[in-house]
């Protein structure tokens, strides 16, 4: 008899909090939504499995010796390994061609990391309600879910936020799924009909050889005048090289399929095991979820703000939709400028165009966090 | 909070600021690789020749495996047309 | 002269101990039934030349520093990472169809654990014998044998008799090398040719749905009722959800190939660093050879007996030689059934129904796993 | 040695208890899946017919590769026809 | 305002030192020759960009909690993981058949190390100059250069002299790179044009069990005689034994592709990151650069002499160039061979007889490796 | 100084004698390893054969496709031809 009462006591179920039930019931649901709705399943279906495993009472994942904790400890924690390997591979299936045949799309890149600064600013406003206390790094960490970019938010808000960043990186993932509904309303209020029908002129093409000097220039600038977005920038730009040299196909093709593969499976699982009921189950998840909208949409709306403006002042035709590619949120956000163009002119193909606003983007947001991290880490 | 909100509008500034500088430096940064390329284009061709080069297999070539079927396609139909 | 001295120093010869020498040849025989006589090759030439490489004097392979310590250490002793990887790549190859159109195959995989528990009690009875002072720790680790998974047996093993691992790694691998040598005669011996020729209906498709929420609900059920059995049973069914969500198959081919693949090596080398002639050249190996003999036989027996009382009670027919299969040893064992019923009835193919009871039976022992590590833990 | 064989002889009958009660809840977990999917069986085929869409090449349409074989075989066959 | 000065102090110009912009400038160079003059790309590529990455002030990459500091700590500092991983795979994709069937290749490549062990000589004789002190430990491992094979040399330099290592690893894969320009015009000046066109008679065919059991004689003979040799050694033909045996191909797979690449680009990285200015800009890195090209000439030179000697007192004729295979770089050292054969002789393809001496030298350059482990480590 | 060279020429010596005996001793080791397969030969064969049989499609066999292919095109001449 004792024997069994020893094995109800190592059931779960005289343990179970009932936060622990709810962060179970939030597990499912990322399963659901990665699985069913598609929502960015490399990401969220490992994340939502790691949050089933890690509000288990008495199976220890997240404990000194348990997998999750481990995982967490060695690639997230100690160095940020698990989100820069993760760049590295995004950067070695980048192509920024687009980019380098019209480099003014990098202004587009840049206003929508206005959505990035102008949330700070919002979640320093938050503070006015009751329940919430974001401290200027904890601002910084949920801002920069408005960058649209899973390892950037990752990365940063391992520095300057950990206690948040479960949340943070959910909030980032879910809404990098949801673009393609939070996107076309803001684009469509910020256009006329007109406007959206503006075809544009095909891209020149761009040598080899720009390609590979390309991101060398980046790394370089970087360094000089933003060290502290070096890691993000410089894991990007490596595994990009790895890719335009030409020379190191067997690396380039590791870093693009196994090794990117097995750091998301590791990632999602670490970050899944940071969504335990104490840290996710409070109001400030609410507001980081809120903050993260905001943050989409203003930088959806700077972006195309900032096209109409290029547009006026420029002798080629710019069409103002793919200034809402500048969130990056590659390359969802682009297709999303696509479809919206379509829809205003049946023979109006903008793909090309958004992708470089789309990977200038990417860059803008490394080099956001790279100021945040600068300034208030 | 005052102060926090100070902090938080001169971030929003100085953020902004940077990030358009820092992006602006690129164009001109792209300007200027695309320049040199223009200047000096007679290497350009020779790499790209032998890097466009690719290992796998060429589409415009016929396979052995292809050019192989054909023949017994080609010689199966005599046969059945004799 | 003195660096010659030095140099002869500096060899193995002066260094060597009787029992080094003994395990070298341990090494080079695992080495034999790998690559010759194609014993579970993928981890029995890994161990065996982790054998080796252990029992060199001087090289340090498995002290401080040296290779084989460090992937013991990082691998299996600090987290069970090697062991829980492998798990979710076997759980990403294993397709459950053959258990959900035919539930009541659980009640096999469930019988086929008798092996382990009755193996528990023997080693606990071998005590009587001199030279054998098995703990209930030990005793549990060595029954594990019996349910016939590697993984499992090195999990356990590494939490409950890390100085026993060696000796039960090469115990379990070795018998799951022999299942088609060891099975067949218990399988005659406990059914009539009548029972052996029994044909079975035909399995029902199983939608994609069924297959994707069933590891979901084997892994709620498993936090719910047994959380020891998690880090097994959880990896396992993360491993089958990669593959079956079919929204991320990128992931789940990395982990079925170069992940599992690298794993099996780094695994395999670390196993090996513990065939040390301290840890294994004892009587306490030989008990723990006999004992897991005696582990698959039980286990294979209770099996088909099982099966028999199934097909008994049950209005749908059933062959009871498919009850062997519910030790695991996927998918070896299910092929001896195969086997052995082509031989009864050259019409009669059973793969397909014995798979079924094949994965319930990875299941069962991954349970009695936890269940061992809750009460003696 | 009496005490331990008690508790390895409890070990026995309580773990095959246990993972008997496991497995047949199991069981039971996987007819209520069955029957739920019997229930909702709409949503299933469409999301069979997107989740069974593979990527690989399909075998029933015939690759351009092939059809510039067949073209060529035709071609070629016609030339040495004349 | 003061935000800006902040930010001024966060870039990294008022930090700049004058080494660390030479030493970006060197890892642009290495760029420059991986990627435009395809100079063993594979290393020289990751080794380049990781010496950009750690001179930039600020950024902390090389400081604890930063990338490279974490690759190689854990990679080649506390355990030579990566060195003996890549070796591991450079053991797999090594075909042993030329050797097996012309065991007396084994002496041109024992000839070649006399680069090796010329050079530590030659080190200590620098010592004579102003501003250089190595110590034997320094020189042992700066000989190794001679050994022209860089996994050995890594293994080597990080525990003999791990402040050198970086001057040591670059010398080594800039003069691998370097081998069909260093030993064209020593061969040309040791040989007669007749004994340049000398023709090889054909190679017997080697059966696949003296494949296999040819790794496994190694280790034991290396076990017995140089236990400090058997990490490189032993890992080698680990990985060899997985090609071989046949029974494992799905690891032998992994190791040869994602495993070895993988591991490449950490390597990469974490040598680069010991490319500081402090270690590199020194005049010992001259003499590392001038002695690992006298290593060169001597293993050249010294190959080619053997293979003379050879010639005269063996029955069969021996091409004396292919003696120069046998300082390894493998298998471009071959190469050269070939092509310097084919310019006396046009019908004389010497690439297959090449082979031989040529991974004979990978083994001799390991084994020295390991004698200098045991007389000076 | 001085020490330190005759330390270096002593490892230049025994470096080298060392490397050189343990290669020669290699070459022994090969040799026995040959004269043992040229001894036991039976079981190399009956070996031989299962490990050279490779899991790769075989190069002599029409695949499937080409099949098709083939048949495809000698259909779609025929129809031309009529
Ligand atoms: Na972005
Ligand atoms: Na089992
Ligand atoms: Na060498």
Redesign the interface.
């Known amino acids: 008899m004792e024997k069994l009462m020893v094995l109800w006591e190592s059931t779960s179920i005289p343990h179970f909090e009932p936060g622990q039930l709810i962060m179970m019931a939030v597990g499912l649901i990322l399963l659901y939504l990665a699985i069913v709705k598609k929502f960015e399943p490399l990401l969220l279906l490992p994340i939502g499995f790691g949050a089933l495993l890690t509000n288990i009472p008495l199976a220890g994942f997240s404990e000194v010796g348990g997998l999750l904790y481990f995982l967490y400890k060695a690639g997230i924690a100690e160095t940020p390994l698990f989100p820069l390997l993760i760049f590295m591979g995004v950067g070695a299936m980048t192509d920024f061609g687009a980019l380098i045949a019209n480099p003014r799309m990098l202004l587009l890149g840049a206003a929508a990391q206005f959505g990035i600064f102008a949330t700070l600013f919002g979640a320093i406003l938050l503070n006015g309600l009751p329940g919430f206390n974001f401290t200027l790094q904890d601002a910084s960490a949920i801002a920069i879910i408005g960058g649209a970019d899973g390892p950037t938010a990752i990365f940063l808000a391992s520095k300057l936020a950990p206690e948040l960043l479960g949340a943070i990186a959910v909030a980032a993932y879910s809404y990098m799924a949801l673009v393609p509904i939070i996107q076309p309303p803001i684009m469509k209020a910020l256009t006329t009909p007109e406007e959206r029908k503006i075809e544009m002129k095909q891209l020149r093409v761009v040598s080899k050889r720009e390609k590979i000097i390309f991101p060398i220039a980046v790394i370089i600038l970087t360094m000089l005048f933003l060290p502290a977005a070096t890691p993000l920038v410089g894991m990007f730009c490596f595994g990009n090289l790895l890719k335009e040299s030409g020379v190191v196909d067997r690396l380039s093709d590791t870093v693009q399929n196994s090794l990117i593969n097995t750091v998301t499976i590791f990632l999602g699982l670490a970050v899944g095991s940071k969504l335990s009921s104490e840290a996710f189950l409070t109001v400030e998840t609410l507001g980081i979820l809120a903050l993260g909208a905001v943050a989409f949409s203003i930088g959806t709306a700077a972006g195309v703000i900032m096209a109409k403006v290029l547009n006026r002042f420029s002798t080629e035709n710019i069409n103002p939709l793919i200034g809402a590619a500048g969130v990056s949120a590659v390359p969802m956000a682009a297709r999303v400028v696509n479809k919206v163009g379509l829809e205003a002119n049946p023979h109006n193909f903008l793909l090309m165009h958004a992708m470089g606003p789309n990977v200038a983007g990417v860059l803008g947001s490394a080099v956001a966090a790279g100021i945040l991290l600068a300034l208030v880490g | ?1 005052a102060e ?2 100070t ?6 500034g ?3 600021a ?3 500088a ?6 001109g ?6 320049a ?2 223009r200047a000096f284009p007679g ?2 061709a020779e ?2 020749n032998t ?2 080069t690719p ?1 796998s297999p060429s ?1 415009t070539e ?2 052995p ?6 023949s ?3 010689h ?3 046969h ?2 004799k």
Do not use: K, P, W
């Not at chain 2, 902090?7 to 929003?12: F, H, T």
């Not at chain 2, 820092?22 to 164009?27: A, D, M, P, Q, Y």
């Not at chain 2, 495996?65 to 054909?70: E, F, G, Q, T």
């Open positions: 909070m926090q909100l902090e938080a509008a001169l971030l929003l100085v953020g902004m940077v990030v358009f820092f992006l602006v430096l690129l164009i940064g792209i300007q200027v690789i695309a040199y390329v290497e350009s790499q790209n890097t466009n290992a589409t016929l396979r495996d292809l050019v192989a079927a054909i017994a396609a080609v199966a139909h005599r059945t047309n």
